[in-house]
């Protein structure tokens, strides 16, 4: 991992069209600025995994359930719409 | 529409299963879930639901960026779905509204959002919720 030492307000530029600026420094917390294309996705990386975490246990859980549970559920909520 | 199996393609994979792109979606009998399971790869299979069943004031901003990803030209051509999690079995069933599935009508093409600085986790009970709706 590249590492680089930057003042508030400074930027990085990553590519030709991403910039990275130190927007704020306070304490543990760093604010900073993104400038990229639309089709780059930029995402806090804790919120990506909580999600890529819970995907794998859906998909375990669906593995274990079977059919008959997911049946059960979908009685159950299709009664209580009426 | 989604009455039948569909193709549906995920340009960005799923989180957690970034190389599964090609995805078939099959409703159940009683047309509350979905089934949603990788074309060539099985261990990528996902149980869907609408979330406004079980909260019916569920409600998310679908940034530009998402629905360009999406080439989402009308918002009414989104569907919404969330993921279904059974561990722990039927009574301990939770959905994932952190991580809403928008699905575009008109070209089958799906994602799965990441939402930012949401009041939603990853777990909201379902039946709970559906018990409250009884009283």
Same mark, same amino acid.
Request: with cysteine; glycine share 6%.
């Given at each position: 991992m590249l590492v680089l030492t930057r003042k508030k307000g400074q930027v990085v530029i990553i590519g030709d069209e991403i910039m990275?600026?130190? &927007?704020? *420094? +306070?304490?543990?917390?760093?604010?900073?600025?993104?400038?990229?294309?639309?089709?780059?996705?930029i995402?806090?990386?804790?919120?990506?995994?909580?999600?890529?975490?819970?995907? &794998?246990? *859906? +998909?375990?859980?669906?593995?274990?359930?079977g059919a008959g549970a997911v049946q059960e559920l979908s009685k159950l909520i299709s009664r209580r719409d009426k | 529409m989604f009455d039948t199996p569909q193709k549906i393609f995920f340009f960005q994979g799923i989180?957690?299963?970034?190389?599964?792109?090609?995805?078939?979606?099959?409703?159940?009998?009683?047309?509350?879930?979905?089934?949603?399971?990788?074309e060539h790869r099985p261990e990528a299979s996902f149980l869907l639901?609408?979330?406004?069943?079980?909260?019916?004031?569920?409600?998310?901003?679908?940034?530009?960026?998402?629905?360009?990803?999406?080439?989402?030209?009308?918002?009414?051509?989104a569907r919404v779905f969330v993921m279904v999690n059974l561990q722990g079995g039927l009574?301990?069933?939770?959905?994932?509204?952190?991580?809403?599935?928008?699905?575009n009508d008109r070209n089958l093409r799906g994602m799965q959002l990441v939402l930012e600085d949401s009041p939603y986790t990853t777990r909201h009970p379902i039946i709970p919720n559906?018990?409250?709706?009884?009283d």
């Open positions: 990275v600026k130190v &927007v704020d *420094v +306070a304490g543990d917390y760093v604010k900073i600025g993104i400038d990229a294309p639309p089709e780059v996705s995402r806090r990386l804790e919120v990506y995994e909580s999600i890529a975490k819970e995907n &794998v246990h *859906v +998909a375990q859980s669906v593995r274990e359930a | 989180p957690g299963f970034e190389d599964v792109r090609e995805y078939v979606l099959t409703p159940d009998r009683e047309g509350v879930f979905f089934h949603l399971k990788g639901m609408n979330p406004f069943l079980v909260y019916p004031d569920y409600a998310f901003d679908l940034k530009k960026t998402d629905q360009d990803v999406l080439e989402l030209n009308c918002l009414e051509d009574n301990q069933a939770t959905v994932n509204l952190l991580g809403p599935v928008v699905i559906l018990q409250e709706k009884e």
